[in-house]
C-alpha cells in the first residue's frame, strides 16, 4: 500500500463522560447509549465485533448483531456448529466490543458465555424474515464449500421443501447470551484525552473506575 496512513486521523468530540452522567449503573448506561445510536446511526446501531478464543489460544473476530439486552444479559443467535461456537464451547470466556463513530463512542463488554433456552431460540427465529429462516437451514456455518452456485441451489431446494410451510428452527440454532463482569465506556475527546469509565462486578454491585486514555 502507498497510502499514508500516518496522516489519516480525527479529533474526537461529542461529549464528555463524567461520573456524575455515568451513575452507578453500567446496564443502564449502556442502554442509554444504545438508543442514542439506533436514533442517531442508521447503518448497523447494533452491531459489534464479538471476540472469543480458539483452543490453542488465538483469538478470533466477526461482527454480529447484538439481538436482546435484559437482565439475563447480552444475546446474539448463530449456528451451533459455527467455528464460534465450537470456541465457546472450549472456552466460554469472550467480549463484545461496540463502536459508533458518528458519536466517537464505544462500549467493551467482557464475560461468560452460555445458550440460550431453546424458547428463547425458536420464538426469535419465528420472527426473522423468510429468506434469514431458510438461510440458517441451508448453510452449513464455516464449513468449506464448492462454490457460491452450490450454496444457491441448496437454498432453493429448502425453499422447495417448505414451499407455504411454516420454516421451523433448526436444531444446530439458537442463541447465547454473554453474561457481563466487565464493561468499558469510551467517550473520544480532543487531543486524545478521551474518557473511560470501568465498571468490574463483583459480589453485590459494580465498582465504577476511570482509566486513563
Known amino acids: 500500500m502507498n497510502r499514508d496512513l500516518h496522516s489519516i486521523r480525527r479529533d474526537y468530540q461529542f461529549d464528555d463522560l463524567l461520573e456524575e452522567q455515568s451513575g452507578h449503573d453500567p446496564l443502564a448506561l449502556f442502554d442509554a447509549w444504545l438508543e442514542k445510536a439506533i436514533d442517531s446511526c442508521p447503518d448497523d446501531p447494533t452491531a459489534m465485533v464479538l471476540s472469543t478464543v480458539d ?50 463512542r464505544q462500549i467493551r463488554v ?24 431458510l438461510a440458517a437451514r441451508t448453510s452449513k456455518q464455516s464449513t468449506v464449500i464448492e462454490s457460491r452456485e452450490a450454496l444457491q441451489q441448496a437454498f432453493n431446494k429448502e425453499e422447495q421443501a417448505f414451499n407455504d410451510q411454516d420454516v421451523p428452527c433448526p436444531e444446530n440454532w439458537g442463541g447465547y447470551v454473554l453474561k457481563p463482569t466487565f464493561i468499558e465506556f469510551w467517550q473520544g475527546r480532543p487531543s486524545r484525552l478521551h474518557d473511560r469509565i470501568c465498571f468490574t462486578a463483583n459480589e453485590k454491585n459494580w465498582l465504577r473506575t476511570r482509566k486513563a486514555p
Request: a positive charge; zero cysteines; hydrophobic letters at 30%.
Open 55 to 104: 483452543s490453542d489460544g488465538w483469538p478470533h473476530s466477526r461482527v454480529v448483531l447484538l439481538k436482546q439486552r435484559n437482565e439475563s444479559g447480552f444475546s446474539f443467535f448463530t449456528n451451533y456448529d459455527s467455528e464460534k461456537a465450537q470456541q465457546l464451547a472450549n472456552n466460554n470466556k469472550a467480549s463484545m466490543t461496540f463502536f459508533w463513530p458518528a458519536l466517537s
Open 110 to 133: 467482557e464475560g461468560t458465555i452460555e445458550k440460550v433456552s431453546r424458547d428463547i431460540s425458536e420464538t426469535y427465529f419465528a420472527s426473522r424474515p423468510r429468506g434469514s429462516q
